[in-house]
């Protein structure tokens, strides 16, 4: 629990790590067991020095939900998390801070209210059709490659009005790029402006990226909208009559590129490896999507009663989230779980940790979709299930994100079966998000 009055100025318990890097390269080497055996070694409020300075995991939901919510003024995203994705979001609303924040997160906000996301569920359903009309019967594919393609597909029909047919493997190859450049140890420990491989990769993202954006924004500027988030930036102007600079549109536009497919379509592919390795689960699945769909595409009307399918997103999400941790900074000194956190701290919670603790999840490391009743739901602490975080910061894309991964799961599931391939396993890499270090291959049968 948190404290108005410091109890303990010292380090809480923690591992020693190693002279200079600490303990980064135990935790680039093994981010999950890293923060897992902290927890389960430690406790709640977990310690250790790094480079930067202090750092402390906070692994209990009461102590993540007074920094994300009751306290939130006074955490920003920090130097962490703005060395890591600045170089290639800018000032976007995922990293940017104070009034900027507040103004490009409301003008962007209608976006994803009701009466938009009902308009979304058609697109999304398009977009999957057009995929799988291109899968063959017993064919292997890509699997989480597939799902990054048409997940780019949808954020940009739905959020920019745009067909990115003809840059999707430009935007892809960018992305990809900077998330494998972006999980460098170098860029931790050498001054910014040292120009290290990664860091001229991550330059050449950019660069490969801001070209198709640039040209979104043109096209919308000749060519504007009524409802997509481009043209309403161009359109909107401060209490000066001032507009955005459309570099900041550019930060925009590229923050909702990334955060809005990558997330998703990680939680497709550990979804669809979880009941590969579950065909109970799948099996109960589809006779869900049998009695309810009949056949038919899904729609928004029908996820009221896919409350299996909604149940197996919900799991997936719980045991591998796609954003396996979030980072903190306190602006001023606060008092967590009984420790001082000074200013400019690292403040690190992990989802990972959290939705595998026993105390909250019997069986925790199970895949158990039926465990999702309303009654567990109200049972479990506010914060012990946070894939989408917490607080003003949450993300403002989380109800998109829902609607997507149920429409799409349904589609696939209702036309296909899919096998992994012999050997196939689930290693995971944590920069931004826990992703696939390679490709989910999974043999697809139609049904």
């Known amino acids: 629990m948190s404290s108005d009055t410091p109890t303990a100025a010292e380090m809480p318990p923690g591992p020693d790590g190693l002279p200079v890097v600490g303990n980064y390269l135990a935790f680039v080497r093994r981010p999950f067991e890293f923060m897992t055996k902290n927890a389960r070694e430690y406790g709640d409020v977990v310690g250790w020095t790094e480079i930067d300075g202090p750092v402390y995991q906070l692994n209990h939901p009461e102590h993540i939900e007074h920094v994300l919510v009751q306290n939130n003024q006074n955490y920003i995203k920090g130097d962490a998390f703005q060395r890591t994705l600045s170089p290639i979001t800018g000032n976007g609303i995922l990293n940017s801070e104070g009034a900027i924040w507040r103004r490009n997160r409301h003008l962007i906000q209608p976006a994803f209210g009701p009466d938009r996301i009902q308009e979304y569920a058609g697109m999304m359903t398009d977009c999957i059709e057009d995929l799988l009309s291109t899968w063959a019967d ?7 490659e597939d799902m990054m393609e048409v997940t780019l597909h949808i954020v940009a029909r739905a959020l920019f009005g745009v067909d990115i047919e003809g840059y999707v493997d430009d935007v892809a190859l960018a992305l990809e790029e900077f998330m494998q450049a972006s999980d460098n140890l170098s860029n931790y420990v050498l001054p910014e402006g040292v120009p290290t491989p990664s860091r001229r990769r ?4 950019r660069d490969r990226l801001d070209r198709v954006v640039y040209e979104m924004i043109e096209h919308r500027r000749d060519d504007p909208g009524e409802r ?3 043209s309403m930036l161009l359109n909107v102007t401060d209490e000066e009559g001032e507009g955005l600079s459309t570099e900041q549109i550019r930060d925009e536009v590229v923050t909702l590129l990334l955060a809005g497919h990558e997330t998703t379509a990680l939680s497709l592919t550990f979804t669809a490896y979880a009941l590969a390795r579950h065909p109970e689960a799948e099996r109960r699945l589809v006779a869900e999507l049998d009695e309810v769909l009949d056949g038919e595409t899904p729609t ?7 409350t299996y399918t909604e149940q197996v997103v919900k799991e997936s999400m719980r045991l591998y989230p796609p954003v396996p941790g979030i980072v903190r900074e306190p602006v001023k000194p606060d008092v967590v779980g ?3 956190i000074p200013t400019g701290a690292t403040v690190r919670m992990h989802q990972w940790v959290v939705h595998r603790d026993s105390r909250w999840y019997d069986d925790p490391l199970a895949f158990k979709p039926t465990r999702w009743t309303p009654e567990f739901e109200k049972s479990l602490p506010k914060l012990a299930y946070f894939p989408f975080a917490a607080g003003p910061r949450r993300c403002i894309g989380d109800r998109f994100a829902m609607l997507e991964a149920r429409l799409l799961l349904a589609t696939i599931y209702q036309r296909f079966h899919l096998e992994l391939t012999p050997d196939t396993q689930l290693n995971l890499s944590a920069a931004v998000t826990a992703r696939p270090k390679d490709d989910v291959l ?3 049968s139609r049904r």
């Not at 017993?138 to 989480?144: A, D, L, M, N, W």
């Not at 991550?202 to 993202?205: L, Q, V, Y």
């Not at 928004?300 to 896919?306: F, I, P, R, V």
């Open 138 to 144: 017993g064919e292997t594919r890509p699997f989480h």
């Open 202 to 205: 991550i330059r050449r993202a």
């Open 228 to 230: 997509d988030v481009i």
């Open 300 to 306: 928004m009307a029908d996820l009221s009663e896919l």
């Open 338 to 340: 009984g420790y001082e």
């Open 442 to 444: 999974t043999t697809v």
